[in-house]
Nanobody
Framework: QVHVEESGGGLVQAGGSLRLSCTAS????????MAWFRQVPGQERESVAS????????NYADFAKGRFTISRDTPQNTVHLQMNSLKPEDTAVYYC???????????WGQGTQVTVSS
């Protein structure tokens, strides 16, 4: 079992920045990748960014390219999501997920609220 915990959400004005962090603990020896998703009430959860654990390869949703940066600290089993130039439409609950072996065996955090005011 892998426990995933997010931190760093909050309220920020449009144009501002936030840094989210996510730490995986427990049986982390087989981490494959970690990723950030977000969800607005009434809408489907969408992918934001992901990073492979061993190669550090990253993928971003189109809306995140150029504004968000995902990074990892492998000794600490932590990923960060640096979000710049935030827009009101970025308001959502942001979830972190960790894949153990494959994404078919993933573990999720409880989510952290990000609110961007106009």
């Amino acid at each position: 079992q892998v426990h995933v915990e997010e931190s760093g959400g909050g309220l920020v004005q449009a144009g501002g920045s936030l840094r989210l962090s996510c730490t995986a603990s427990g049986r982390t020896f087989n981490l494959h990748a970690m990723a950030w998703f977000r969800q607005v009430p009434g809408q489907e959860r969408e992918s934001v960014a992901s990073i492979s654990w061993h190669g550090g390869h990253t993928n971003y949703a189109d809306f995140a390219k150029g504004r968000f940066t995902i990074s990892r600290d492998t000794p600490q089993n932590t990923v960060h999501l640096q979000m710049n130039s935030l827009k009101p439409e970025d308001t959502a609950v942001y979830y972190c997920a960790a894949a153990s072996g494959t994404w078919a065996n993933s573990f999720w955090g409880q989510g952290t609220q990000v609110t961007v005011s106009s």
